[in-house]
């Protein structure tokens, strides 16, 4: 690398937002800041706008336009708001390189618009291959755009893949650490509140995700995801319970080898690699010491327990707009459940009843997965507030 390369960050106040700025300021001859978005969190995103110095800020949430124009237009720094503004943005001439740490739906039209203006992009919002993965796909076969996945698994399996010929892949074996509630019972988990489902074992992650964690739904997305992203049928890809999260997903080859990532539960780890264009990147950071983790276990989900993980298949059989609308209704039941208006287990069935009630469409276009995407939120927000 012989210039340092612009970075847009999508979600700069999330956890991986933060965590990427870290890997900035690690290597400083290698990256620059180029945007910096964020939802609703100004106070956080001033305080990283006026350390990495970006040309260009955007806040979702138009009520913090003015104070974050006043605390940053004086320091020369372009400041919009609004989810327009952000997809305009992936066209700006200052980055190249664009990381999607943004939460569900929102990250897709700047996925696609940053496609379209040929970005790199660090793939960290999974929603966007769940919602579109075909769309995507489609549109990345006429553009100079590539996808570097940041999560975790899909990271793994990338690195997996390396040098291998396609058609000498057999399985993807993408590995889940069976979040919080792996060995409660059904009786238990009908009980269990908020605090119980952020209380992940492993891994430090917005709210979002980590009660898609407990739900396993999380899984469900990256064996969608992984679909999309390796174009591997859905029949040759399983999840499997490993509770330590060392090992982070393994390839199974036609030969019987199969090859597996370690590394410890931190994602500065994928950032880094998918920010360095996969060159590895020398680091001062903690490292994997097998010693201190003699026992590596391994068990089949529980989808008895945790149905939601099979949402997965049923969305890659049926196809069109189906993981859209488990996508929709999975994020108004999460939020929901976050702020104590359902209970863990009643997130399942908004999602299924949302399945039986929006019409399905095969062959979607970008408009239908907008209107679909809609149409079910509001029919889900509806089964909440007729306490269902």
């Known amino acids: 690398m012989t210039s340092r390369k612009k970075i847009a960050i999508l979600g700069s106040t999330g956890s991986i937002g933060t965590q990427t700025l870290d890997?900035?300021?690690?290597?400083?001859?290698?990256?620059?800041?180029?945007?910096?978005?964020?939802?609703?969190?100004v106070d956080l995103l001033i305080q990283q706008a006026i350390k990495f110095t970006p040309r260009h800020v955007?806040?979702?949430?138009?009520?913090?336009?003015?104070?974050?124009?006043?605390?940053?237009?004086?320091?020369?720094?372009?400041?919009?708001?609004?989810?327009?503004?952000?997809?305009?943005?992936?066209?700006?001439?200052?980055?190249?390189?664009?990381?999607t740490a943004t939460v569900g739906y929102s990250g897709l039209e700047p996925t696609i618009n940053?496609?379209?203006?040929?970005?790199?992009?660090?793939?960290?919002?999974k929603e966007t291959l769940v919602v579109a993965g075909e769309l995507i796909t489609s549109l990345l076969k006429t553009s100079?755009?590539?996808?570097?996945?940041?999560?975790?698994?899909?990271?793994?399996?990338?690195?997996?893949?390396?040098?291998?010929?396609?058609?000498?892949?057999?399985?993807?074996?993408?590995?889940?650490?069976?979040?919080?509630?792996?060995?409660?019972?059904?009786d238990e988990l009908r009980h269990v509140t908020?605090?119980?489902?952020?209380?992940?074992?492993?891994?430090?992650?917005?709210?979002?995700?980590?009660i898609d964690s407990a739900t396993m739904l999380n899984k469900a997305f990256e064996i969608i995801e992984a679909r999309w992203l390796f174009g591997i049928k859905p029949e040759n890809i399983e999840a499997v319970v490993h509770p330590q999260s060392i090992i982070h997903s393994m390839v199974e080859f036609i030969d019987g080898?199969?090859?597996?990532?370690?590394?410890?539960p931190d994602m500065h780890l994928p950032i880094?690699?998918?920010?360095?264009?996969?060159?590895?990147?020398?680091?001062?950071?903690?490292?994997?010491?097998?010693?201190?983790?003699?026992?590596?276990?391994?068990?089949?989900?529980?989808?008895?327990?945790?149905?939601?993980?099979?949402?997965?298949?049923?969305?890659?059989?049926?196809?069109?707009?189906?993981?859209?609308?488990?996508?929709?209704?999975?994020?108004?039941?999460?939020?929901a459940f976050l702020h104590e208006r359902i209970g863990f287990l009643e997130i399942k069935d908004i999602i299924e009843s949302s399945l039986a009630r929006i019409p399905f469409i095969a062959s979607p276009t970008y408009d239908d997965y907008v209107n679909t995407n809609a149409a079910t939120r509001e029919y889900a927000e509806s089964l909440i507030n007729n306490k269902i």
């Open 23 to 41: 890997i900035i300021a690690e290597y400083p001859g290698l990256f620059e800041v180029g945007l910096l978005v964020a939802g609703s969190n």
């Open 194 to 210: 908020v605090k119980d489902a952020l209380n992940h074992p492993n891994w430090s992650m917005g709210a979002k995700i980590t």
């Open 144 to 186: 100079s755009s590539d996808i570097i996945p940041v999560d975790s698994e899909h990271s793994a399996i990338y690195q997996c893949l390396a040098g291998e010929a396609s058609d000498s892949v057999k399985k993807l074996i993408i590995t889940a650490s069976g979040g919080p509630f792996r060995t409660k019972s059904m």
């Open 257 to 264: 080898a199969v090859k597996a990532q370690l590394g410890l």
């Open 272 to 335: 880094r690699y998918a920010l360095g264009d996969t060159t590895r990147l020398a680091t001062t950071a903690p490292a994997l010491t097998l010693a201190d983790y003699s026992t590596l276990t391994f068990e089949a989900p529980d989808t008895g327990r945790f149905p939601c993980i099979n949402l997965a298949y049923h969305a890659l059989s049926r196809g069109g707009n189906t993981a859209c609308i488990i996508n929709a209704a999975n994020e108004i039941a999460v939020a």
């Open 58 to 99: 955007i806040i979702a949430d138009d009520r913090y336009y003015s104070k974050l124009s006043e605390a940053l237009s004086p320091r020369g720094i372009k400041v919009a708001s609004g989810a327009r503004a952000i997809a305009d943005a992936m066209y700006l001439e200052e980055i190249d390189t664009v990381v």
């Open 114 to 125: 940053a496609i379209k203006a040929g970005k790199r992009i660090a793939l960290a919002n």
